[in-house]
């Protein structure tokens, strides 16, 4: 089958379009014909191996243990192995899958969940990974409850973008921060407000809200503690910046170290699954209040041009990876509330 492989770190053209063996499914698992897959910060630090703390976790000391990069992604499942009663041939699903980036690719099945009715695969293989993230961090971390201020920093990013609408659907008056060329963007997806970094310092204490949500800031602890109310909840879910060690992990430990002597809350998330995010997920989009914003597709092939255009930071939402040639234009989704259409 094609895929996309990568046998040792390093910048974009470490990774080849070639020939790999079909993977199987294992006990538990399911196997699953990928149409689409998604592209996000995530996959260009493994792939750069950098920082250097991702290979310490276990990806790989010296070059990558996972040879088929990719972990997002939506498709058919094509076989199943025995146990596995949640999922039959031909059932449409999303979810986190190892080596997502080929035409096949296998997970267990709980880590799949039914597509959402009313998107393209395109769409939904956006959904799993930022939108899991972006609830985790409203409901778990920031536990944003209903006519609270939210402050969104990043809101035009892939994670961003669902942050600002699930925060929304939980009744809450939430601010967007990006640049200037998004404004339009992060307005139409649900914000009641919208801050241009480039020409306005929201840190400068003018106003402040019940929770920060900063999607991969680079902005000092001591200047967001300001624009947080007095007893307010940052939740800081990830950085780049930081240098090669240890990337952006540096200010959400030292927010952690920090909280239990101040009225603030100041929170680092960290990854964790939890088993109902994705049928969370799925309801959130079939209900209408959640629609996955994708900028641009790339055909599998192309899956280096994806993942520098992303770290270009000129990305509004998310990119994809499609499996099927010469990717189609992609026409951005309506606003939440709003008729999404059904899969074509």
């Not at 070639?18 to 996959?43: K, M, Q």
């Not at 603030?264 to 079939?286: G, S, T």
């Amino acid at each position: 089958m094609k895929a996309i492989v990568q046998d040792s770190y390093g910048p974009a053209d470490v990774l080849a379009y070639g020939e790999v063996d079909r993977p199987e499914a294992g006990p538990g698992d399911v196997l699953v014909r990928v149409h689409a897959a998604g592209v996000d910060r995530g996959v260009w630090h493994l792939m750069a191996g950098l920082p250097y703390l991702v290979r310490i976790m276990g990806y790989g000391f010296r070059r990558p243990t996972q040879r088929v990069p990719g972990m997002d992604m939506a498709g058919t499942v094509e076989a199943t192995s025995s146990g596995v009663t949640r999922f039959r041939p031909g059932d449409r699903v999303f979810g986190e899958i190892s080596g997502a980036y080929a035409e096949y690719a296998s997970a267990p099945a709980t880590s799949l969940e039914a597509m959402p009715a009313n998107l393209t695969f395109e769409q939904a293989a956006g959904l799993a990974i930022s939108g899991r993230t972006a609830l985790r961090a409203v409901r778990e971390m920031g536990e944003v409850t209903a006519g609270q201020r939210v402050l969104v920093i990043g809101a035009s990013g892939g994670v961003g973008s669902y942050a600002v609408q699930i925060a929304k659907s939980y009744g809450a008056e939430v601010t967007g921060v990006c640049s200037t060329s998004k404004v339009d963007l992060v307005r139409s997806i649900g914000a009641d407000h919208v801050i241009d970094y480039t020409r306005e310092d929201f840190t400068d204490g003018h106003h402040q809200y019940d929770v920060i949500l900063d999607m991969g800031g680079n902005r000092p602890l001591r200047r967001l503690r300001r624009a947080l109310a007095e007893r307010g909840t940052l939740v800081i879910v990830g950085g780049e910046s930081g240098g090669r060690w240890l990337g952006g992990i540096g200010r959400g430990v030292w927010a952690s170290l920090l909280s239990p002597i101040v009225a603030q809350r100041l929170r680092m998330q960290l990854p964790e699954e939890r088993p109902d995010d994705l049928r969370v997920l799925r309801e959130l989009v079939e209900a209408g209040k959640v629609t996955p914003v994708i900028d641009r597709t790339f055909p599998l092939e192309r899956a280096a041009d994806a993942i520098q255009y992303l770290v270009s930071g000129k990305a509004r939402g998310k990119v994809v990876l499609t499996m099927g040639g010469a990717a189609a234009p992609t026409r951005r989704p309506p606003a939440p509330g709003t008729s999404s259409g059904r899969p074509t």
